[in-house]
């Protein structure tokens, strides 16, 4: 018999804060919802006291999606837990999570007016922790105590916090490695330490939180399972702060695959693994490499002859997990120019779309006329697609005036891109004449020129907009197969000490260029438009509080 361990999923909370990956409520809501699909435990949906964005990405969570328990970080500060707490309001399965940091290196950096001596603030950290999940508990009989950067607290210190925490009622204690610092046999050690300082283990559900600085976050985690750890914090595809998280899918298959050496398993569906992954990916920005495991467009492949005359005839000779077990596509039918609506459909389906009857006419020809400029659709086509068929419904009419450019609102199209002409001659600088479309249905039509056709376009969209903002990253890359395949084309720019993404894919890739770089200025205008959020962001309070 094995032990459930509990997915902690934290992608839509500390996933959020790697920079750039900032996504609006309705992709929280639609990513919450695909988690659940998922079967994840536990959802992180927010920081509330931050913004009301965030707040209002809890609030949407706990009314529209079943299943898994959402959760509200706070620090231990009272307006942190209120936030909290009225986020949360209405729930019917929630948590509230609660941290302080405890490392030495933290409380020198951050505690100085909590005592003269360590000992004085050490003592004044405990009754601060104490205090927070008592109030946390007002709200909800299921609270979450983390002791920030564990991994490097004294561990006399540590054990007294969380004997301190969850006589307090917490009831769940997470040991988060917050700098990914410690190796996987001392992240057994600090657990088994931790485990051994309670006086009934039995319950409280001890949690790990693994951070990838030396690309341990992964080992480390699964290293506290085997310590008694029974929840696990962990986002798609290890987003997160700096170098990252643990990555939730490669921790599942590691438990399912291995289940002989943990003796623990999950509720993962696991076949819902890759999808939600895009998912995620498409939101935050992030493309998938190649080579991730489980989720990465390579992890199935074989090149070398010897593995693929060895996959051919014994498929375990060199893959101890199948692409169908983490729904890796493996569908060998193509679509092209003379595929009929039934094989569309079909694949649609199986890539997780559900196409209403009135709407397949259209999408069905927009798939014929991709299928004219391309001869094999790929499924990267397919969802380019359909991303583009959603974009495109979003202002209700071409002569309106753009929907309000509210931060939590999927509908934010402060720009749109309605014409763009691009000439190239070999004697002379590419000329580009462009006319966009702004918020408040204003017309700019504008002309440059560059040293490429791409310079060109970004230097009349510049003029356009009128918005302060740096080109941080530009980057393009094939994103299927053959001569015509669409190029995906994924920008970052920066405003302030803020980044803001921006992605488009087409068989063109300067158009590609164009739609990514507004995309990225359409992040740029919903978070400005939420002006409580970039205050606070510029202020550095979120770089402070740092969560685990």
């Known amino acids: 018999m094995t032990d459930h361990v509990t997915i902690f999923d934290t992608t839509l909370r500390d996933g959020e804060q790697a920079p750039g990956a900032s996504m609006t409520v309705d992709e929280k809501v639609r990513i919450a919802r695909q988690l659940a699909t998922l079967g994840v435990d536990v959802i992180e949906a927010g920081f509330p006291v931050s913004s009301p964005a965030q707040t209002d990405a809890v609030e949407r969570i706990v009314a529209e999606v079943d299943g898994p328990v959402t959760c509200a970080l706070a620090r231990t500060i009272d307006a942190d837990l209120e936030a909290a707490g009225e986020a949360l309001d209405g729930g019917t399965d929630t948590r509230v999570h609660t941290f302080i940091a405890t490392s030495d290196v933290h409380i020198k950096a951050k505690f100085d007016k909590l005592g003269d001596t360590m000992a004085e603030k050490q003592r004044a950290i405990i009754e601060r ?45 997470n040991i988060p490695d917050t700098t990914g610092y410690c190796t996987p046999s001392e992240y057994t050690d600090l657990l088994t330490t931790v485990r051994d300082s309670l006086p009934e283990p039995e319950k409280i559900t001890l949690s790990t939180h693994c951070h990838d600085d030396l690309g341990l976050a992964t080992a480390n ?81 074989h090149e070398a002859g010897i593995h693929q005359h060895g996959v051919l005839k014994e498929r375990s000779t060199y893959e101890i997990m199948s692409a169908e077990d983490v729904g890796q596509d493996t569908e060998q039918i193509k679509l092209g120019r003379h595929s009929g609506r039934h094989g569309l459909f079909n694949r649609l389906e199986a890539l997780g779309y559900d196409v209403p009857e009135d709407e397949q006419s259209e999408i069905y020809q927009r798939f014929l006329d991709l299928a004219d400029r391309k001869k094999e659709i ?108 669409q190029g995906e084309v994924e920008v970052r720019i920066r405003y302030g000490e803020n980044h803001f993404s921006g992605r488009a894919r087409n068989t063109d890739v300067i158009r590609a260029s164009a739609e990514a770089y507004v995309n990225a200025l359409n992040h740029l205008a919903a978070a400005q438009a939420d002006a409580e959020s970039i205050e606070f962001v510029q202020n550095g309070i979120m770089n402070a509080y740092n969560g685990d």
């Open 221 to 301: 985690t699964l290293a506290g399972v085997k310590a008694g750890a029974r929840q696990v914090e962990c986002t798609i595809n290890g987003i997160g702060e700096r170098a990252g998280n643990a990555a939730l899918e490669e921790i599942a298959m590691a438990l399912s695959v291995r289940d002989d050496d943990f003796k623990a398993s999950t509720g993962i569906n696991a076949k819902h693994l890759t999808r939600t992954s895009q998912m995620v990916s498409a939101a935050s920005g992030f493309p998938v490499q190649p080579n991730k495991a489980i989720v990465g467009s390579n992890a199935f492949s």
């Open 129 to 173: 922790a104490v205090e927070a999940i008592e109030h946390a508990l007002t709200y909800t009989d299921n609270v979450e105590f983390s002791a920030e950067d564990a991994g490097r607290t004294d561990t006399g210190f540590l054990r007294e916090i969380v004997q301190e925490a969850a006589k307090a009622g917490a009831t769940t204690l």
């Open 378 to 485: 790929f499924d990267e086509d397919l969802e380019n697609m359909m991303d583009e068929v959603r974009k495109d419904n979003l202002p209700s009419q071409s002569g309106d005036a753009l929907p309000s450019a509210a931060s939590g609102d999927e509908a934010v199209v402060a720009y749109k891109l309605e014409h763009l002409s691009v000439q190239i001659e070999t004697d002379q600088d590419p000329q580009v004449t462009l006319r966009l479309r702004r918020l408040d249905s204003s017309i700019r039509e504008e002309e440059a020129t560059g040293d490429g056709p791409v310079e060109a376009v970004y230097r009349a969209i510049d003029h356009a907009v009128d918005q302060p903002h740096t080109l941080a990253e530009y980057s393009i890359r094939s994103i299927s197969e053959g001569a015509d395949a």
